[in-house]
Nanobody, 122 residues
Framework: QVQLVESGGNSVQAGGSLRLSCAAS?????MGWFRQAPGKEREGVAV??????VTYATSVRGRFTISKVNSNNWYLQMNSLKTEDTAMYYC????????????????????WGQGTQVTVSS
């Protein structure tokens, strides 16, 4: 079992930036970020595939960047934050192949962090 620990959530004003980090206790081959706002479904935000290809949700493309430090650590740089980005953010990982061409569904990830809150105020 791989444990994931997120960090970096905070409260910021619209237009600001935050960096979320995720540390895994073991190697993983598919790394991603999801978010869940109150009353909404958990949605995929970004993924780094096994060959390091990346894909983003349309709503964050051009503002968020997912990067891999090594096979155990990755982060999500969030710029130009909007109030609609307010959510609990979860890092997710798996040991199966993922292409990174599309955002995988939640079921593709076997390991999840506990979540870190991001609140963006106007």
């Amino acid at each position: 079992q791989v444990q994931l620990v997120e960090s970096g959530g905070n409260s910021v004003q619209a237009g600001g930036s935050l960096r979320l980090s995720c540390a895994a206790s073991g190697y993983v081959t598919c790394m991603g970020w999801f978010r869940q706002a109150p009353g909404k479904e958990r949605e995929g935000v970004a993924v780094i595939g096994t060959t390091s290809r990346v894909t983003y949700a349309t709503s964050v493309r051009g503002r968020f960047t997912i990067s891999k430090v090594n096979s155990n650590n990755w982060y999500l740089q969030m710029n130009s934050l909007k109030t609609e980005d307010t959510a609990m953010y979860y890092c997710a990982a798996g040991r199966s192949y993922c292409s990174g061409d599309v955002l995988p569904s939640r079921t593709a990830f076997g390991f999840w962090g506990q979540g870190t809150q991001v609140t963006v105020s106007s």
